[in-house]
């Protein structure tokens, strides 16, 4: 069994005023399955949001689209009165159909409907950060995003959100969100084997603003890669330590936000992300996704 480092792996870092461990939490999968509707075990799931706070971290992803509703609920129901240090970060951008798809709702109406919604579920007066989502289940899609964008600066505007990001992007659109208002963040899909957004990372590390890969570990299709396995192996380590780790040394910008519905998964994640990799394990892991 692993055992867990005395501080949280990575340090922490700065959106806009707020300092955040590097190493978050993701809520997506306290819902139930397929994000949708209540977690089969409701105590288990305030148990791992209570133990996330308990570890240090500071830095909590969420959405009221997951249930719909039903983690910023539990969030609720687990942590608050937060913590000062306490940070949640939602998105707005996207409602839920009764098959469990992802429609976008960027109209001015949904995204002040959203922001409401997760305002009153959170228990909150002000959101720390609130990421435009863009695209479509399928990922980023090209086209203007300022209609939606300049709908969340006007409710920034009014104190109900402090910072803003962009979520499932282009590097186009996150050029244009720049152009409209600063941003902090910007949350797309990224890991070893999908490194499309190389060089955008590298742009806002030079730019002080963080990059949250989704499904680090590869979401519904977990990593599968011999060179993973192999330096796994070698380090006596589980290809998703491994896969933590690598992305808290790819760049200093890089904000981890691995989920789970299990205190011990959430344990594993926090020990396996303080791996440490050597130069050559590095080198290794580099050609996955070239």
Not at 18 to 39: D, E, H, K, S
Not at 40 to 60: F, M, P, S
Not at 119 to 137: P, Y
Not at 243 to 266: E, M
Request: charged share 20%; aromatic share 6%.
């Amino acid at each position: 069994m692993s055992t867990l480092p005395a501080s949280l792996p990575g340090g922490t870092w700065t959106l806009g005023d707020l300092t955040v461990t590097r190493f978050g939490y993701g809520a997506m999968q306290l819902a139930g399955p397929w994000v949708m509707g209540p977690p089969a075990d409701r105590d288990g799931a305030l148990a791992v949001l209570r133990e996330a706070v308990g570890l240090g971290i500071t830095h909590i992803d969420t959405a009221d689209a997951y249930g719909p509703h039903i983690t910023n609920h539990l969030i609720r129901e687990a942590l608050h009165p937060y913590l000062d240090s306490l940070h949640i970060v939602t998105k707005v951008g996207a409602t839920r159909d009764q098959e469990g798809g992802w429609p976008p709702a960027r109209r001015p109406e949904d995204l002040r409907r959203f922001i409401n919604e997760n305002l009153e579920n959170l228990g909150l007066e002000t959101l720390d950060v609130v990421n435009l989502r863009l695209g479509d289940a399928q990922g980023p899609q090209p086209g203007s995003l300022a209609e939606a964008f300049e709908t969340l600066v006007e409710i920034q505007q009014q104190g109900l959100i402090r910072h803003l990001g962009v979520s499932n992007a282009t590097p186009e659109q996150v050029a244009e969100a720049q152009t409209i208002a600063p941003i902090v963040c910007v949350q797309n899909m990224y890991n070893l084997a999908h490194r499309h957004d190389d060089e955008l990372i590298d742009e806002l590390a030079e730019q002080g603003i963080a990059y949250v890969p989704f499904f680090p570990l590869g979401g519904f299709t977990p990593l599968q890669s011999s060179a993973l396995t192999a330096v796994a192996s070698r380090l006596d380590a589980t290809p998703m330590s491994v896969a933590l780790a690598w992305l808290l040394r790819r760049s200093p910008n890089i904000l981890l936000i691995p989920g789970t519905s299990s205190v011990a998964h959430l344990r594993e994640n926090v020990a396996g992300a303080g791996l440490s990799l050597s130069d050559e394990d590095l080198a290794e892991l580099d050609k996955i996704g070239r």
